[in-house]
């Protein structure tokens, strides 16, 4: 039985994708702060799940939920990164922005780095980051969230390249980078292109199941970020 470990499977497309892998007969290690979510894990699916309450921004926390995990399920093939916070925040109120990056920032560098260093010790692994659209350019409306979404990208990229000194080249580093996908977390009123949940959770799990390096989500996106890569700001200024 394969095993994963996803770090956000309390609601949208961590407990979206966590359903799949259940499905798919793998055993699952979930984590997020809500206890009674995990808990409906557990109570519908046994022993295939493993639940671990956590806030990744307590990031001596997250090594021990980490190790705990690794304890029992020895090898680990997959882990699944989707904790996540984002706000408009116009007025740059300092709390959201402290929220955000110690969120995205803090605690997913050091889930990124518990699980690289497991797969390069394991000689085999594949780590699955939930990055976004946002990591391709600034915003006005909300900086905090996408200059984190920029540092996700920048670091999976890393750990990608670092992958080269793997002999086994079986280790695996994915990113995924949704637009809008219809969960609590989807930015503002009236987003376009909002894509629904179910459509976007099977689309991520058919990248990963490809290992594909970077995978944007619906794949229409993929032609808004090459937009966003050639535009210039001062365009963006005007638009936006
Ligand atoms: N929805 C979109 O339009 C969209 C687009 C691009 C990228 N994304 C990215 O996709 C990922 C998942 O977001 P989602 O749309 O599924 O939103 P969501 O339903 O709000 O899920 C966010 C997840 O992050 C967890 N989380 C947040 N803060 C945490 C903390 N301090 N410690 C531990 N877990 C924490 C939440 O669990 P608890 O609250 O239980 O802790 C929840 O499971 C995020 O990284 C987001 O940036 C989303």
Redo the contacts with the bound molecule.
Sequence with gaps: MKKAIV?????????ALTELLLQDNYQVAV????LD?LKTFEEQHGKNVLIKQ????DVDHVEVVFNEIVKKFGVVDLVIQ?????YVNSELDWEKENQTIN??VL?VTKLYDLAYKLFKKQGLGHLVG?????SIRGNRFAPAYFAS?AYQKAYLESLYLKTKTIPSKKVFITDIR????D?????GDGVFWLVPLEKASKQIFSAIKRKRRVAYISRRWRLIAWVLKIVPAWIMKKLT
């Design positions: 770090f956000g499977a309390t609601s949208g497309i961590g407990k984590t997020g702060r809500r979510k956590n806030d990744i921004q989707s904790s996540g916070v984002g969120t995205n605690g939930i990055s976004s659209i946002a979404k949704p637009g809008f996908v969960t609590a977390m989807a930015l």
